[in-house]
């Protein structure tokens, strides 16, 4: 672990590298992840071989497969699962609660994540499902389920594509 880090009733797997300035509380983090500078992880499980960039917060109650990527300054919040082999770009943002602020986590809502996807840079996140291997383009705002393999971009995001075709 790098100096200055806040570690705390957290499980770091083996090889796992925490970076400078990170605080992580209460969370499960698996073998040969790398947790770069400056993130803030509370309450939450990450597999095996995930690299976690500078700025990210990841809280309580998110769950991260294994094989996944998640860029700098990005937002995941509560009740997010992603599966496997993810890729979540800069800047990406998650959200539960779509009448913000509710205050009242009963009112939050699940987002699932399915093995495969890649979200582009910027791209915002509302309560769904995103099919396993779609591509979410950068600045996309997902407000409906996404399907598999397919490719959505815009606000709101609609499918303009399939991952197997030319867009």
């Known amino acids: 672990m790098g100096d200055l880090n806040v570690v705390e009733a957290t499980s770091l797997g083996r090889n796992t590298e925490v970076k400078e300035f990170t605080a992580i509380h209460n969370s499960d983090i698996g073998d040969n992840c790398t947790v770069w500078r400056s993130s803030n992880i ?3 499980e990450i597999g095996d071989d995930c690299m ?18 998640i860029q700098s300054h990005a937002f995941i919040c509560s009740l997010v699962t992603i599966e496997d082999d993810v890729f979540v770009s800069h800047g990406a943002k998650f959200v539960n609660d779509r009448y913000p602020p509710s205050g009242d986590e009963k009112e939050w809502e699940r987002t699932k994540i399915n ?4 979200i ?21 705002v997902v407000t409906e389920d996404v399907p ?4 959505v971009a815009g606000n709101p995001a609609e499918i303009i594509g399939y991952v197997d075709e030319d867009i």
């Open 42 to 44: 509370y309450g939450a």
């Open 148 to 151: 598999e393999n397919a490719v």
């Open 115 to 118: 093995e495969g996807v890649s």
């Open 52 to 69: 976690i960039g500078s700025l990210v917060e990841i809280q309580k109650n998110a769950k991260i497969g294994d094989r996944c990527r």
């Open 120 to 140: 582009g840079t910027n791209a915002t996140i509302l309560p769904v499902e995103i099919g396993a291997n779609a591509l979410v383009g950068a600045g996309a």
